[in-house]
């Protein structure tokens, strides 16, 4: 199995930036893509941002590009999402996803954490 251990989220200020962090342990895959999405309340969970196996490619959901930027460190197993410009609509519990392939599928990612709540306050 493979546990996703997200951190970082907490309550932040309309314009404000926060880093959240998810570290990938237990069975290891030789390639695999990561990702983000989120989910505010009564919304379905949705795509925000996801990264390639060499880290040269990302996609961001439109509502989040520009402000958002997400990156992956293979020796720590560990992938980041730098949020700036933080807004109210940004609120929302914020979970980690990992696929054994080079390219995320974000229909339905294999493996999910269990999220971190990202609050923005105006």
């Known amino acids: 199995q493979v546990q996703l251990a997200e951190s970082g989220g907490g309550l932040v200020q309309a314009g404000g930036s926060l880093r959240l962090s998810c570290a990938a342990s237990g069975r290891t895959f030789f390639i695999y893509a990561m990702g983000w999405f989120r989910q505010a309340p009564g919304k379905e969970r949705e795509f925000v941002a996801a990264?390639?196996?060499?880290?040269?490619?990302?996609r961001y959901a439109d509502s989040v590009k520009g402000r958002f930027a997400i990156s992956r460190d293979n020796a720590k197993s560990t992938v980041y999402l730098q949020m700036g410009d933080l807004k109210p609509q940004d609120t929302a519990v914020y979970y980690c996803a990992l696929d054994p392939k080079s390219v995320l599928d974000p229909s339905a990612p294999r493996y999910w954490g269990q999220g971190t709540q990202v609050t923005v306050s105006s």
């Open positions: 990264i390639n196996w060499s880290g040269d490619s990302t």
